[in-house]
């Protein structure tokens, strides 16, 4: 595809503008690292002498810190999180980040979302994740809860461009504060981007959309193997949500956009050489995404921004962000 590159740094310089809300399950990533010492009496297993224990932001909340990164902190959370030992930990990691946090509510019948990666140097040059604990709850939040997230919405919503929904399916996003949160937005005049790994067809009127190929393929019911199967799955998306275009992320294939009247566009991967870690890279995309479209950018220009910022984060461990001074580099940098 062709790229204008002055235009496409022109509309990286604008995506710093626009106030972005997300709503959706809200979660820490709690990364313990240590240095293998010998093998335990007690069991078969290393002993690992701590060396440091890392907060992230992982989950929705990975998407409000890439945004938060991007355009200065004019970024908030609506969700739900336990009354325990993480909860703080959660709101001083958002703190830090620059996240409106205020608008979270606490259910002391749920375990706030966290999930802590233990890994350890097996040699002075190789750590590798050892074991995932996860703590969350199981099932939909209960209607107090629901109803509590629905009026904290609506009362903040009107102040932002733009919402993202982004469901990971551990319980916060019912129907009900979908389709409420689908309506407002759509009766307010903001851009609704939604992040989902299932049921895409059930998000009706929204903006866009951002499933990965898997998760598109289990939506639309049949594998993808080539350019005319995309077309046909963001045929199929197109018409089920009723969306303004459909943004499918393709992994080491790069990006497809499809919007109405059969107007496809497939963008190729911008970095292939230097891929360490993939984790958030589509939290990544979704909030760059999603910003760019609130500036008023068209779905294809959009894309190719949230593609250079995947580009970037992917090269560092963890859930990672990037800066507007690194995309427009990215961009310069460019090959076309």
């Known amino acids: 595809?062709?790229?204008?590159?002055?235009r496409l740094i022109s509309c990286i310089e604008q995506i710093a503008q626009p106030r972005v809300l997300v709503v959706g399950d809200l979660a820490l990533d709690e990364m313990i690292y240590g240095d293998a010492e010998r093998i335990s009496r007690e069991a078969p297993v290393l002993i690992l002498q701590h060396t440091k224990?890392?907060?992230?932001?992982?989950?929705?909340?990975?998407?409000?810190?890439?945004?938060?990164?991007?355009?200065?902190?004019?970024?908030?959370?609506?969700?739900?999180?336990?009354?325990?030992?993480?909860?703080?930990?959660?709101?001083?990691?958002?703190?830090?980040?620059?996240?409106?946090?205020?608008?979270?509510?606490?259910d002391k019948t749920r375990k706030t979302i966290?999930?802590?990666?233990?890994?350890?140097?097996?040699?002075?040059?190789?750590?590798?994740?050892?074991?995932?604990?996860?703590?969350?709850?199981?099932?939909?939040?209960?209607?107090?809860?629901?109803?509590?997230?629905?009026?904290?919405?609506?009362?903040?919503?009107?102040?932002?461009?733009?919402?993202?929904?982004?469901?990971?399916?551990?319980?916060?996003?019912?129907d009900k504060i979908i389709d409420y949160t689908i309506e407002l937005a759509k009766n307010l005049g903001k851009v609704v981007v939604v992040d989902a790994q299932r049921n895409l067809g059930r998000y009706k009127n929204v903006t866009s959309m951002t499933p990965n190929l898997p998760d598109t393929e289990k939506s639309v019911g049949f594998e993808i193997v080539n350019?005319?199967?995309?077309?046909?799955?963001?045929?199929?998306?197109?018409?089920?949500?009723?969306?303004?275009a459909v943004l499918i992320t393709c992994g080491a294939d790069g990006m497809f956009v499809a919007k109405p009247n059969n107007d496809y566009t497939k963008i190729?991967?911008?970095?292939?050489?230097?891929?360490?870690?993939?984790?958030?890279?589509?939290?990544?995309?979704?909030?760059?995404?999603?910003?760019a479209l609130a500036a008023g950018v068209d779905p294809v220009y959009s894309a190719i921004i949230g593609n250079l910022a995947?580009?970037?984060?992917?090269?560092?461990?963890?859930?990672?962000?990037?800066?507007?001074?690194?995309?427009?580099t990215a961009a310069e940098s460019l090959k076309i």
């Open 268 to 291: 190729p991967v911008f970095n292939k050489s230097e891929v360490f870690d993939v984790t958030g890279a589509g939290d990544t995309v979704t909030a760059v995404y999603s910003l």
């Open 114 to 174: 966290v999930k802590t990666r233990i890994s350890g140097s097996i040699t002075t040059s190789i750590t590798q994740q050892i074991v995932r604990i996860d703590r969350q709850s199981k099932g939909s939040i209960s209607q107090e809860t629901e109803e509590k997230i629905i009026k904290n919405i609506e009362k903040v919503l009107p102040d932002y461009d733009a919402v993202i929904l982004s469901n990971y399916h551990i319980g916060t996003l019912t």
């Open 53 to 106: 224990t890392k907060l992230i932001l992982g989950g929705a909340s990975n998407a409000a810190h890439n945004v938060s990164t991007l355009n200065n902190g004019k970024v908030g959370v609506i969700g739900v999180c336990g009354d325990d030992y993480y909860t703080e930990l959660l709101f001083d990691t958002f703190k830090k980040a620059n996240v409106d946090c205020s608008n979270i509510v606490k």
């Open 310 to 328: 995947a580009s970037i984060v992917v090269r560092q461990f963890g859930c990672a962000t990037t800066l507007i001074d690194e995309l427009i």
């Open 1 to 6: 595809m062709n790229i204008d590159k002055n």
């Open 227 to 244: 350019e005319n199967d995309l077309k046909r799955a963001g045929e199929i998306l197109l018409a089920e949500t009723n969306a303004k």
